[in-house]
């Protein structure tokens, strides 16, 4: 069975740092593109990172770039998340996602993991 | 970036009922579009992608079709475990935008 477990969210002022961890089992995870996707409570979602197989490629999304890193250890078949500088408007379920298929760069994201919350806040 | 739009954004329907939700993209992205599911409290879930093809084990009463900049999914008959909220995706290029979403609620 896939599965797919977040780690790392918390409470933290702006400006702050978090690094989410997002730790996988049930595939081989170096097949696959992997990525981040948030959603701030009662609100639509919005893709944050992906990165590829190697971790030779990252993308980001305009309103996290510059700010957040993706990373990857496939040894550890964990894929992390680096947030610096954060901003209220961060705050967020922040979901770990697989892509659907192997050796596809397509970041088709399924399954999801079940989410960890970010909050910012003074 | 490509803007992503949906509509309706919500909509009330009765169990059995045919459903169409519709998205849009701001420019061509062939086919590259996804769609997906989400309870509340739940991750979302995989419905179509590239447009038409049905995720296994997703029940065949939905369907998925358009190219270009529209696209369409519908569900045949609306199931009481339908009643959720809808997400089109493009993967066309990065970065990728989700549309705002379809809410459906029973009638």
């Known amino acids: 069975e896939v599965q797919l477990l977040e780690s790392g969210g918390g409470l933290v ?17 170096s ?8 959603q701030a409570p009662g609100k639509g979602l919005e893709w944050v990172s ?39 408007e961060d705050t967020a379920f922040y979901y770990c996602a697989k892509g659907l298929l192997a050796y596809s760069t397509n970041a088709w994201f399924d399954p999801w993991g079940q989410g960890t919350l970010v909050t910012v806040s003074s | 970036a490509i803007q992503m739009t949906q509509s309706p954004s919500s909509l009330s ?7 169409t939700i519709t998205c849009r993209a701001s420019q061509d992205i062939r086919n590259d579009l996804i769609w997906y599911q989400q309870k509340p409290g739940k991750a979302p879930n ?7 093809s049905l995720q296994s084990g997703v029940p ?15 569900i045949s008959s609306l199931q009481p475990e339908d ?4 997400y089109c995706l493009q993967d066309y290029n990065y970065p990728l935008t989700f549309g705002p979403g379809t809410k459906v609620d029973i009638k």
């Not at chain 1, 978090?18 to 996988?24: A, T």
């Not at chain 1, 992906?50 to 309103?63: C, P």
């Open chain 1, 31 to 38: 097949n696959y593109v992997m990525s981040w996707v948030r």
């Open chain 2, 60 to 74: 065949a009463r939905f369907s998925g079709s358009g190219s270009g900049t529209d696209f369409t999914l519908t």
């Open chain 1, 13 to 29: 002022q702006p400006g702050g740092s978090l690094r989410l961890s997002c730790v996988v089992s049930g595939f081989t995870f």
């Open chain 2, 83 to 86: 009643f959720a909220t809808y």
């Open chain 1, 50 to 88: 992906t990165i590829s197989t190697r971790g030779d490629n990252t993308y980001y999304a305009d309103s996290v770039k510059g700010r957040f890193t993706i990373s990857r250890d496939n040894s550890k078949n964990a894929f992390y998340l680096q947030i610096n500088g954060l901003r209220a």
């Open chain 2, 46 to 52: 995989l419905l179509i992608y590239a447009a038409s």
């Open chain 2, 13 to 19: 329907a009765s169990v059995g009922d045919r459903v």
